[in-house]
């Protein structure tokens, strides 16, 4: 059963840094692409950017590009999103997402979400 | 950079057909998806390469394609069915991935 389990809720204040988890199981994580994809408060998803964890290929929308890295550690089936100083812009329910299968782009496994919140 | 453009919301009657378009310059190139995404879950994946349905997703749930715009149908309404529904596509070079603003659907 594919699975992907990210890390608990955060609350950070500004200028802090942050790194979330998405740990999977269930598929060989070196041949699927993951995705991470922002939600503020009320607001729609945002596809923030992808890796490849195979050769840690990675791709940033402009929006995010400088905002924040995202990782992959093969050795524990595990990718990551971090940031170096935090915004209270930044809170947002964030999620990790793998592919589909049978190909193409569409997100078919999601991880439950992690909340950050970013607040003085 | 790219955009895709949804109506921000669509209403429907129970039993009545509901349709959502998505618009984007480089849809005739990219395939489209579709989210149905209900308040404090996680989106659920309906609608993959423009028309192709998931296995467990009703077949009322049909996407089609017509140049630079792309449909999510959904015939005979449920009361289930209100949620927000967003599409998902790339850019012309497939590299960078987005999504439509999302459109909210409601059932009278």
């Known amino acids: 059963e594919v699975q992907l389990v990210q890390s608990g809720a955060e609350v950070k204040k500004p200028g802090e840094s942050l790194k979330i988890s998405c740990k999977v199981s269930g598929y060989n994580f070196t041949k699927y692409w993951i995705g991470w994809v922002r939600q503020m408060p009320g607001k729609g998803l945002e596809w923030m950017g992808i890796?490849?964890?195979?050769?840690?290929?990675?791709r940033y929308s402009p929006s995010f590009q400088g905002q924040v890295t995202i990782s992959a550690d093969k050795s524990i089936s595990t990718a990551y999103l971090q940031w170096k100083s935090l915004k209270a812009s930044d809170t947002a329910m964030y999620y990790c997402?793998?592919?589909?299968?049978?190909?193409?782009?569409?997100?078919?496994?999601w991880g439950q979400g992690t909340l950050v919140t970013v607040s003085s | 950079s790219y955009e895709l453009t949804q109506p921000p919301s669509v209403s429907v009657s129970p039993g009545q057909t509901a349709r959502i378009t998505c618009s984007g310059d480089a849809l005739p190139k990219q395939y489209a998806y579709w989210y149905q995404q209900k308040p404090g879950q996680a989106p659920v994946l309906m609608i993959y390469?423009?028309?192709e349905r998931p296995s467990g997703i009703p077949e009322r749930f049909s996407g089609s394609s017509s140049g630079t715009t792309v449909t999510l149908t959904i015939s005979g309404v449920q009361a289930e069915d209100e949620a927000d529904y967003y599409c998902?596509?790339?850019?012309?070079?497939?590299?960078?991935?987005?999504f439509g603003g999302g459109t909210k659907l409601t059932v009278l």
């Open positions: 890796i490849y964890p195979d050769d840690s290929d990675t």
């Open positions: 997402a793998r592919p589909i299968a049978t190909g193409g782009i569409g997100f078919d496994f």
């Open positions: 390469k423009d028309s």
């Open positions: 998902q596509s790339a850019d012309r070079s497939g590299t960078y991935w987005v």
